[in-house]
């Protein structure tokens, strides 16, 4: 096995960290917040009581959630994930790792070692099992490799709750499941195909609309910056509003949306959409009129 070379230090320009909401949860009343943008600190497995916490609403939040990591084939990531639970029950996890892949434009999540080439399965954990005690974290390292040859650019490291907590509507009860997104840029192969511009007009109970729906075609994950602007008939801006940021992995199709507040004055107009990704610039429009 190659030395380990990935890093994440988010002052690097060829590897970056984004710590973002953890998206994997299945428990009521937990929300999942990254609590900052670097990389924990805390020795592997380490435990430590949280103060002056009790203010806050019951959660268990994941730092970082997103780990974006660019690199080569052959080549190693070593990341440290933090696990901060603010409740007054205490959980139990068994650490997994399972590839993202992509079938008919949606995710899928497949078990380590069932996908060719799989990154997954060269996850290497600081601890197969961890325990975190009301109002206190815990920090593990986990430890991947890429294939020689892969298809795959995103992997979950994933605390698969192990214990049960009982709820007021069920006697089952539920299990808590956090995870931390890992993707990896391999080549230069970046490219995303728009479709259509779609301008839906304002009702009496929603604002206008422009949308667009864009495909990963390429071969590397896509984090891209997008604009939705509004120009009138003499090509002036009248207004632009941001879509929200959407990661799109290789063979996705994602809607990007964004809505226009206020009400136009009847006339010609031109909407465009404007999508920055990678140093490149994705631009398409459609004119509309407002009656």
């Known amino acids: 096995m190659k030395k380990i070379l990935f890093s994440v230090n988010s002052g690097s320009r060829l590897f970056r960290l984004l710590a973002v909401a953890a998206a994997f949860i299945s428990i009521a009343l937990v929300q999942a917040a990254a609590q900052n943008n670097q990389p924990a600190t805390q020795p592997a497995v380490q435990a430590a009581a949280l103060t002056g916490q009790s203010g ?3 959660s268990i939040s994941l730092s970082p959630a997103v780990i974006m990591a660019r690199g080569s084939y052959g080549q190693g990531l070593t990341q440290t994930l933090s696990l901060t639970n603010n409740t007054s029950a205490e959980f139990a996890f068994d650490m997994e790792a399972e590839d993202v892949v992509v079938q008919n434009g949606k995710r899928v999540y497949v078990p ?3 996908t060719q080439n799989s990154i997954a ?3 290497v954990f600081s601890r197969k099992q961890v325990t975190v005690k009301a109002f206190s974290l815990v920090s593990v390292d986990v430890r991947l490799t890429i294939p020689a040859e892969t298809k795959i650019r995103a992997v979950v490291a994933l605390f698969h709750g192990t214990n049960r907590l009982p709820t007021s509507s069920s006697a089952l009860g539920m299990t808590a499941s956090l995870g931390a997104l890992i993707t ?9 195909e728009p479709e ?3 301008v839906i007009p304002a009702t009496e109970t929603s604002n206008l609309t422009i949308s667009e729906w864009i495909s990963n075609v390429g071969t590397e994950p896509v984090l891209p910056d997008g604009l939705a602007v509004v120009l009138n008939s003499k090509g002036n801006l009248v207004s632009k509003v941001p879509f929200q940021q959407q990661r799109l992995l290789p063979g996705e199709r994602l809607e990007f949306s964004a809505e ?4 136009l004055q009847p006339g010609d107009y031109k909407a465009m959409c404007t999508l920055q990704f990678e140093g490149k610039t994705l631009t398409s429009d459609a004119a509309f009129k407002i009656p």
């Open 121 to 123: 399965a060269t996850a």
């Open 260 to 263: 226009y507040p206020e009400q």
């Open 184 to 192: 990896f840029n391999l080549s230069d192969n970046v490219k995303l």
């Open 196 to 198: 259509p511009v779609r």
């Open 112 to 114: 380590a070692g069932e």
């Open 56 to 58: 806050l609403p019951p």
